[in-house]
Nanobody
């Protein structure tokens, strides 16, 4: 059973940067399509970014395109989300998720079978 643990969240001022990490264990990381999602209080979980198993295909929500960068290091079994130019509306609990199948829709929550516990990102002055 694959296990995912997020880290790197915190409080940052508008315009600041953070890098989230997601450490994966319990299975072969390079077999998984990975995604980042976020959920703000009272709102539905939404997709932020995703990356295919070998890192050659990247996907972004329009709201973060040009500001966030998703990457992975298969040798370290770790997924990353580099976030720049953060805005108050980026405030949310951020989750990483894993999808074993090569088929699916990158931003569909139900396509992912494994989830971390989340790390809080707060953007506030």
């Amino acid at each position: 059973q694959v296990q995912l643990v997020e880290s790197g969240g915190g409080t940052v001022q508008p315009g600041g940067s953070l890098r989230l990490s997601c450490a994966v264990s319990g299975s072969t990381f390079s077999n998984y399509f990975m995604g980042w999602f976020r959920q703000a209080p009272g709102q539905e979980r939404e997709a932020v970014a995703a990356i295919n198993s070998d890192g050659t295909s990247l996907y972004y929500a329009d709201s973060v395109k040009g500001r966030f960068i998703v990457s992975r290091d298969n040798a370290k079994n770790t997924l990353y989300l580099q976030m720049h130019s953060l805005k108050p509306e980026d405030t949310a609990l951020y989750y990483c998720a894993a999808r074993r199948s090569v088929f699916g829709v990158w931003n569909r929550v139900t396509d992912y079978g494994n989830w971390g516990q989340g790390t809080q990102v707060t953007v506030s002055s």
